[in-house]
């Protein structure tokens, strides 16, 4: 990594990790090496292993054992928090480090990783705090006789899968949560984006976690993936991605040991902008809603659904706003938007975009793969004349496709905004604050945003609706939901016999 200038570039060789299994590394060795090309620059950037049954089986096993010998949950929330703390401080050093090889696996702009990063670290500040303030509750009202106490517990060893989208971000969004419980974990990132939860296992360790807490495997989905939701010594598995494959995360869990689940899936997020709105304001935030990391956010704001009287005029703004965005070059500073992360996600979008057309939808803008000598890169795409019916409409495309539909009522925006399996996130934009907090109410999302989009941080919690997921993870929430509560009714006194 050339760091003297401002220009990043790729590295000259790849990058060879290892996997990190009870506290250490263990190098590749003679398993099989996935190498892993910079969807940028298309030159390989990582090699990567793919780990065997066998060492997934050992990263259980090491992860078991340091949870039933209570290593960790044994220890004080003070002292779990002292190591989320110097781990906080441990990725502020290496930001630079983990934003860099972000970007080079995943495609998405240097200066939008360094952002990433930097809201990782907060992730980590809050739960040290959460790891001192978990508390359960007591029951002093049941009589002179009794005492009840409800004692939150770890739920033990839990399983952690993320996707490609932000390898870093989401995987900070739960392991600080699941180590402020007292869990332990195995990790398995995507095969695309590896590199910083390896990273993150080494922070860790060097910030003082006890060997076996967190281990991170790595490998194909229905390699390893498969036998990590169906293990019968995972106690949670949280898994992050597609609602497919969400679904045999769910079969698996009932085949083997009904393991508990958070799942966190796709979304098909409305933006809903009405005629009283900051139109500027709105254009800006719909364009940031699909365009932030190419429209690969499960949140990204893919149905623009606009008052009809101000529907041209505000498709015509938000593709000016296009225009403007600047793609290119993941590794330059200026960049906003930069490639597609996957060979096959560059193909399902350009095939919604053809379809989209070829059911009768008006392209309004972009829909071209854009050319940079290298890399796969797809301009910002906006299709008017949407109807319901159309894929375009209904399907996660994942890519920044934007589809515009126009409504006449408060009651029709809703609907058309609850027209859907998913229920990840949704935006309105008004100055209306009864129609604000109508629709804030009435659609079906886990995350709302009004007059503004895409904002989160570590106090609120993450999840979906319906077919977008279960449970929550980040906040009070999401720490909640790796414990379990165990009721102790405490008797007082002289026990009234039942045998006389
Ligand atoms: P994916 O479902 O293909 O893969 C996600 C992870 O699951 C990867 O680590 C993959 O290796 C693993 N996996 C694949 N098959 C598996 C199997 N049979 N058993 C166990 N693990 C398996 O998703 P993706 O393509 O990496 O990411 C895109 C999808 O993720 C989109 O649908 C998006 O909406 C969703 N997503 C959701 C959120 C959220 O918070 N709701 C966040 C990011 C991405």
Redesign the pocket.
């Known amino acids: 990594m050339d760091q003297s200038s401002t220009r990043l570039t790729p590295p000259e060789e790849p990058r060879a990790f290892g996997f990190f299994l009870d506290g250490a590394w263990v190098p590749a060795g003679d398993r099989e090496v996935f190498e892993r090309a910079s969807p940028g620059h298309g030159v390989p950037v990582t090699r990567i292993p793919k780990c065997t049954h066998e060492d997934l089986n050992a990263a259980v096993a090491s992860a078991r054992q340091a949870f039933d010998d209570r290593r960790w949950s044994g220890l004080s929330g003070a002292d779990r928090a002292a190591v989320l703390l110097k781990t906080a401080e441990g990725i502020r050093a290496r930001a630079e480090e983990i934003a860099y090889w972000e970007t080079l696996e995943n495609g998405k702009p240097i200066a939008q990783a360094r952002a990433e990063v930097g809201g990782c670290v907060g992730m980590f500040e809050y739960a040290s705090g959460l790891a001192r303030s978990l508390h359960g509750d007591s029951f002093n009202n049941l009589g002179d006789g009794m005492f009840g106490v409800v004692t939150r517990e770890p739920v033990g060893v839990v399983g952690v899968?993320?996707?490609?989208?932000?390898p870093f971000l989401?995987l900070c969004e739960r392991v600080p949560y699941i180590l402020a419980s007292g869990c332990t974990m195995v990790a398995?990132?995507?095969?695309m984006t590896s590199a910083t939860t390896l990273i993150l296992a080494e922070i860790l360790h060097d910030a003082g976690l006890p060997a076996g807490v967190m281990n991170v495997v790595t490998g194909?989905?229905?390699t390893i993936?498969?036998a990590?939701?169906e293990h019968d010594q995972i106690d949670m598995l949280s898994f992050?991605?597609?609602?497919?494959?969400g679904r045999?995360?769910v079969e698996a869990s009932g085949k083997s040991n009904f393991k508990k689940l958070g799942l966190?899936?796709?979304?098909k997020n409305p933006q809903i902008v009405f005629a009283d709105a900051d139109l500027e304001d709105a254009a800006d935030g719909v364009a940031f809603g699909i365009g932030f990391n190419t429209g690969q956010c499960?949140v990204s704001g893919s149905r623009l659904i606009v008052e009809r009287s101000v529907a041209d005029a505000f498709a015509a703004m938000v593709a000016e706003k296009f225009k403007k965005i600047r793609v290119g070059d993941p590794l330059d500073e200026a960049t906003q938007v930069g490639a597609i992360t996957t060979d096959a996600q560059n193909a399902t979008i350009m095939g919604y975009i053809e379809r989209g057309q070829s059911e009768g939808a008006k392209l309004l803008y972009g829909g071209a793969q854009l050319d940079f000598g290298r890399g796969q890169y797809i301009a910002p795409t906006l299709f008017g004349d949407v109807t319901s019916d159309m894929a375009i409409a209904r399907e996660?495309i994942?890519g920044p496709v934007l589809t515009v539909m126009p409504f006449d009522t408060v009651d029709e925006a809703i609907a058309i905004a609850n027209d859907t399996e998913y229920g990840?996130a949704a935006s309105v934009w008004t100055k209306n604050i009864d129609k604000a907090l109508m629709v804030t109410r009435r659609v079906q999302a886990g995350r709302f945003w009004v007059n503004t989009t895409l904002s989160g941080g570590p106090e609120l919690p993450?999840g979906?609706f319906k077919q977008?997921?279960w449970g929550r993870e980040a906040g009070i929430y999401g720490v909640e939901e790796y414990t379990q509560i165990k009721s102790v009714h405490i008797e007082i006194g002289k026990r009234t016999p039942w045998v006389e």
């Open positions: 899968i993320t996707p490609w989208n932000f989401i398995k990132p995507s095969e194909s989905g229905s993936g498969q990590l939701i992050t991605g597609s609602t497919a494959v045999r995360v966190e899936l796709g979304g499960c996660e994942f990840l993450i979906g977008s997921g």
